[in-house]
């Protein structure tokens, strides 16, 4: 059974920064790209980053230059720093198994695999 966890949300002031976390558990995590997708009240889910196995991450543009993602295959994680966060990037923040080949995919649309259950982000300006 795969199992994502997410934690280290919360509520930072604009221009702030929060690390994510996402432990990972069920299945062979290491073969599958990783990503992480967000979700306002009211709005459409959005790709934010994905990370493939070979460690290589991609954006979406709206957090290019200011969100980090990476994994550590050996502990089972995957990681999002948020940098110079702003109030536009509050939502419940999601990690992903995402479908071989799929970063493409999900950082278009959001699309995932398996989801863990969320940790919220809350950014004032």
């Given at each position: ?122 950014v004032s300006s």
């Open positions: 059974q795969v199992q994502l966890e997410e934690s280290g949300g919360g509520s930072v002031q604009a221009g702030g920064s929060l690390k994510l976390s996402c432990g990972v558990s069920g299945y062979n995590y290491a073969s599958y790209p990783l990503g992480w997708f967000r979700q306002a009240p009211g709005k459409e889910r959005e790709g934010v980053a994905c990370v493939d196995e070979n460690g290589r991450a991609t954006y979406a543009d709206s957090v290019k230059g200011r969100f980090t993602a990476s994994r550590d295959n050996a502990k089972r994680f995957l990681y999002l720093q948020m940098n110079a966060l702003m109030a536009e990037d509050t939502g419940m923040y999601y990690c992903a198994s995402i479908f071989p080949g799929g970063c493409y995919r999900m950082l278009e649309s959001g699309a995932y695999n398996y989801k863990g259950q969320g940790t919220q982000v809350t």
